[in-house]
């Protein structure tokens, strides 16, 4: 059974940061694109980040230089430091994993409010 548990959301101030975390189990990680989509009510879910097998990533250009994809392959889990953060960020944010098929978390709440 596949699984990715995301953890890190919560509410945060227009300037800071949080940390997004989604562990993965069920599946080969290693050969496994990661990344984090996010989605506001009423528009479609657009692409965060992602990061490869070999570790190339890509990110939404809204989100360059301030927001960083990694991943421990040893601890199964991929993570996106976010900096800067700004109230057009606000968002639930999706992990999920892509080989031959895509797996999606549960989602997790960022907001950004002064």
């Known amino acids: 059974q596949v699984q990715l548990v995301e953890s890190g959301g919560g509410s945060v101030q227009p300037g800071g940061s949080l940390t997004l975390s989604c562990a993965a189990s069920g599946i080969t990680f290693n050969m496994y694109t990661m990344g984090w989509y996010r989605q506001v009510p009423g528009k479609q879910r657009e692409l965060v980040a992602s990061i490869s097998s070999v570790i190339t990533t890509n990110y939404n250009d809204s989100v360059k230089g301030r927001f960083t994809i990694s991943r421990d392959n040893d601890k199964n889990t991929v993570y996106l430091q976010m900096n800067s953060l700004k109230p057009e960020d606000t968002a639930v944010y999706y992990c999920?994993?892509?080989?031959?098929?895509?797996?999606w978390g549960q989602g997790t709440q960022v907001t950004v409010s002064s």
């Open positions: 999920y994993g892509r080989q031959f098929k895509t797996y």
